[in-house]
């Protein structure tokens, strides 16, 4: 039994894992090579190849290739022994990773299957995880790569494959924040002792003291169905007590925004947010057609064109496939973004005829008018901008990277409102998923913060048709 375990022991393989690093993962996020701790990296020559070839040009991966080409240029420089024995990232790295840096620095036999073709770069990458398993039994040497087929490919072969998951803000999406709880029926019960209430112009505010106050963030929507309902707001939470404010109810007619009124809940939360002149940054989350475009669009109109309360609207989208150039569709720039716009037009267009006394005299002068505050802006251009007193609205937000969404909401000014917006499930970007797109880490970063706000939108409006397809398709 002894002698069992001391071969056991001998066995052991060391805690510390090689991970192989594929070209897409350093593309993805520049600074992967310090997000692995006490784990050693390897970058095989390939990959090193495959950043040189992707280093020109202007898109966001080129300007990703470079950078890594840079971080790696100051490790190595850093290093003055030889580098085979691998370089120690604790210093390059300021004590964020605890490892080493690894690169190839000689030919590796090519032990592929003969079906597989060596010249491809892929199957190369694949030759030095099968050299470096072989060399190194006793070590767990894993790839890690945002390619779909390359994982399956390396796990056909034997060999241990994971995604990156460093750049992903949550495991499980169900558990991202939605904007909205739902107070349990014996709230009152547990939290009206010592209670108090105000009145503040045509609203009422609760203080009240608890165990679920501990749990709630600022700007976080309460909500309590029955008979009278509560829809409200949380304006401060601090030592087991929330601070907590009625809504504007915007359902109903008179405090119809541009003639839009909210048709559930979700939306009503919404427009709060988005006519709320302390909130100045919005994140808007919901499938096709649960009318976050039009929603955003007649609070945007209502504090342009009516309160003046900022200067024009800007509007941009990512343009599928990110970063490219959009040079070749003829006109300026506002005529190149045309094809992407048509979300915008669609909900114009409705927005336009809710006027129903305006006449069509009436409604082609404020087509006309609408048009001249509405400025629809290319992604590429972004950098170096700053936007004053504007209303920014990014649609399609989950295409876009943390750093990308980043670059935008930095772009904002002061007295400028963003309004970020999308749905997780409609990602079009090769290497994003849900958890690891830029909205997705807006939404978890800026929560909590007294000057954002989000809602998940849950029910589509669009039609009987629309909802009935989301359903059973």
Known sequence: MAQAR??????????????????????????????????????????????????????????NARQVTRTLD??????????????????????????????????IANDLPSGLPTAKADNQILAVVIHLQRTNPERAVILVSKDINM?????????????????????????????????????WNTHSQGMESWKRDSLTLYRVHGPLCRQLLVNEFIYQMGEPALNAIVREVADGTAQFETLTDFSHPKNSVWGITARNREQNFALNLLMDPEVDFVSLLGQAGTGK??????????????????????????????????GFLPGTEEEKMGPWMGALEDNLEVLNKSDDDAGEWGRAATRDLIRNRIKIKSLNFM???????????????????????KTLITRAGPGTKVVCMGNIAQ??????????????????????????GHITLQRGERSRLADYATEVL
Do not use: C
């Not at 022994?81 to 690169?103: D, Q, T």
């Not at 090769?430 to 800026?446: H, I, N």
């Open 293 to 326: 475009t039009l929603l955003t669009l007649a609070a945007a109109l209502t504090q342009v064109m009516e309160a003046k309360r900022y200067t024009e609207i800007i509007m941009t989208r990512v343009t599928v496939p990110v970063g490219e150039d959009i």
């Open 6 to 63: 001391v071969t056991e022991k001998k066995k052991k393989a060391p805690s510390t894992k090689l991970f192989v690093l594929d070209t897409n993962v350093l593309l993805h996020d520049p600074t992967s090579v310090y997000r692995f701790e006490e784990h050693d990296i390897y970058l095989p020559i390939m990959t090193l190849e495959e950043l040189d070839n992707n280093k020109k040009g202007l898109s966001e991966v080129s300007r």
């Open 151 to 187: 994982r399956i490919k390396a796990r056909a072969l034997g060999l241990e494959a994971q995604d990156y998951f460093n750049d992903k803000v949550l495991e499980d999406t169900d558990l991202l924040y939605t904007g909205a709880l739902e107070l349990p029926e014996n709230f």
């Open 383 to 405: 950098r170096g901008r700053t936007f004053l007193n504007k209303f920014l609205i990014i649609d399609e937000a989950q295409n876009l990277t943390p750093k990308q969404i």
């Open 74 to 107: 100051e490790i190595v420089s850093s290093h003055s022994k030889v580098i085979e024995n691998g370089i120690a990232l604790a210093g390059p790295s300021r004590k964020l990773a605890s490892g080493r840096l690894f690169l190839q620095t000689e030919a």
């Open 427 to 452: 990602i079009d970007t090769p290497y994003l998923t849900e958890g690891s797109s830029g909205l997705t880490y807006v939404v978890d970063r800026f929560k909590g913060w007294k000057h954002s």
